[in-house]
T-cell receptor, first 114, second 117 residues
């Protein structure tokens, strides 16, 4: 079956612009995770959704970051007023249940802020 | 908070050799999962092997096996009969039971494994 898909694959944006990153999880997977991978910080967990609900948003790097999930499926990660330090690969993963012990990752979106 | 440490930034071995990647972690939880993920240049993170802390038996998946030492908080990955396709970044990761999945994975910095022909 289809795996986790993310779009766009690559995004170049100017500093100060807003960007939206999309994640389509595996059909039927209730849990969804966003991670950020950067040279300086390595892999960081950003946010978790169980269904459409995100119980804890404290992992988001700043208030310029927001995320939502609709219909228990597609999720979008929005970065407002992008900064150069936002440049990274943003990875999405989904899991069949909320324990997250078998997470399937998408190919990521490489964001470059110029 | 938990931490995961991978002390080998890069390793290189010849094809068909056996290689062991090291990982140590720190946590106050008693029940948790440990993982090894592979990330080839395509960026796709692939789950290699998973270990549940309450299981004493070391997990094995074909050529991949782990040496899990709970008391020492050590979780190494052994790759036998290494193949060119094993060339990738390997990440060790931790997830505690207490968060019910909501805490996400905590990753180490990774080891770049190069298999030489």
């Amino acid at each position: 079956g289809a795996g986790v898909s993310q779009s766009p694959s690559n995004k170049v944006t100017e500093k100060g612009k807003d960007v939206e990153l999309r994640c389509d999880p595996i059909s039927g997977h209730t849990a969804l995770y966003w991670y950020r991978q950067s040279l300086g910080q390595g892999l960081e967990f950003l946010i978790y959704f169980q269904g459409n609900s995100a119980p804890d948003k404290s992992g988001l790097p700043s208030d310029r970051f927001s995320a939502e999930r609709t219909g228990g499926s597609v999720s979008t990660l929005t970065i407002q007023r992008t900064q150069q330090e936002d440049s990274a690969v943003y990875l999405c993963a989904s899991s069949k249940d909320n324990r997250g012990y078998e997470q399937y990752f998408g190919p990521g979106t490489r964001l470059t802020v110029t | 908070a938990q931490t995961v440490t991978q002390s080998q930034p890069e390793m290189s071995v010849q094809e068909a050799e056996t290689v062991t990647l090291s990982c140590t972690y720190d946590t106050s939880e008693n029940n948790y999962y440990l993982f090894w993920y592979k990330q080839p240049p395509s960026r796709q993170m692939i789950l290699v092997i998973r270990q549940e802390a309450y299981k004493q038996q070391n997990a094995t998946e074909n050529r991949f096996s782990v040496n899990f030492q709970k008391a020492a908080k050590s979780f190494s990955l052994k790759i036998s009969d290494s193949q060119l396709g094993d060339t990738a970044m390997y990440f060790c990761a931790f997830m505690g039971y207490s968060g019910g999945g909501a805490d996400g994975l905590t990753f180490g910095k990774g080891t770049h494994l190069i298999i030489q022909p």
